[in-house]
């Protein structure tokens, strides 16, 4: 049975009707229309799915619209702009991190959140932050360059 919700989305807020039980996931991308977040495995083990809800990342694959309340959303899409980009994105396109592209949403929401609270990070500390994350292009060299690089950055 569908249930109106109002979703706070990139600082805009959606009214959409949808089931309860509808991973947030699947609203964002099919009732809010975003191209990002994308869905990588549906077990929140991949972490395509990656955004923030309250500033905290979550996987949207496993997260019930019902659990979002009054959270406010952020998606790749709302972290930075073209004239305006977040430092790892910025730090992305300066490493030539892309290569499919598909799983960047996870790595950088992901490593945008740490960033966010941890100044001037190890190494050691960027890989356990972004442990379990998946990248089957193998361009997890190039992801800790980026990180280090944007991290280097936001000093």
């Not at 109106?4 to 991973?23: A, K, Y």
């Not at 077990?43 to 406010?72: E, K, Y």
């Not at 899409?77 to 799983?103: I, N, S, W």
């Not at 356990?128 to 360059?145: F, N």
Request: proline share 6%.
């Amino acid at each position: 049975m569908s249930q109106r919700f109002s979703l706070s989305v990139n600082g805009r807020i959606h009214n959409i009707d949808v089931d309860p039980d509808m991973p947030l996931l699947y609203a964002l991308r099919n009732d809010v229309g975003l191209n990002n977040p994308h869905f990588g495995c549906g077990l929140a083990q991949c972490g395509a799915c990656t955004v923030h809800l309250d500033g905290q990342p979550i996987r949207s694959c496993i997260t019930p619209v019902s659990a979002v309340g009054n959270g406010r959303i952020l998606t790749l899409a709302g972290l930075g702009t073209p004239d305006k980009p977040h430092p790892l994105q910025t730090a992305y396109v300066e490493e030539q991190v892309p290569q499919c592209g598909y799983c960047i949403n996870g790595w950088i929401m992901t490593a945008a959140a740490f960033l966010r609270d941890k100044k001037k990070p190890t190494e050691a500390e960027i890989r356990s932050a972004l442990e379990g994350l998946k990248c089957r292009c193998g361009t997890h060299m190039g992801i800790m360059r980026a990180v280090k690089r944007a991290a280097e950055m936001m000093g």
